[in-house]
């Protein structure tokens, strides 16, 4: 992983280095990793799907306590909090949990100070850029044929 590569050569640029920078290294290599493995159970435990036992299992499977503390504080608060340098985005984490119904009871009250006037040209600047993506995408069919198409099959 590049920035295991970035933190060997932030913490033991030369070769005599003392073991208070090891353990340095360790822990947050395992932060990282340990964020990454709650971002990707996130995807597959916070699922409704029941239709095999894979999804079952991944639905009902224990969950690691950070994980769970995530979910509980966005479901109580609608608030994330990111840690440190981490790999994945604020956004990252809403876009998954609210994609997968995990949704906030109630929300920050500093939003109720924000006038409607302002939230409504928020939201409009929003679909404007989103509107101006799509217009720039090929469609959907056009992109499987240019990247994905699959070679015509030969009959038997």
Known sequence: M???IARLLNLFPEPDFS?????RYNAQ???EWERIRDFIILHYNATERNDTPFWDYCRTMQIPDSLRGYIELFRNSGRFFRD????FAITSWVQVMIGQGI?????????DQLPDAELDELVGGV???????VDAMPPHQAFIDR???????VPA
């Open 2 to 4: 590049q920035s295991g």
């Open 19 to 23: 073991d208070i920078l090891v353990e």
């Open 29 to 31: 290599c395992v932060f």
């Open 84 to 87: 440190a340098e981490e790999m």
């Open 103 to 111: 949704l906030p009871q109630r929300y920050h009250p500093v939003v």
């Open 127 to 133: 679909k404007k850029v989103i509107a101006t993506c």
């Open 147 to 153: 990247y994905c198409k699959a070679p015509p099959m």
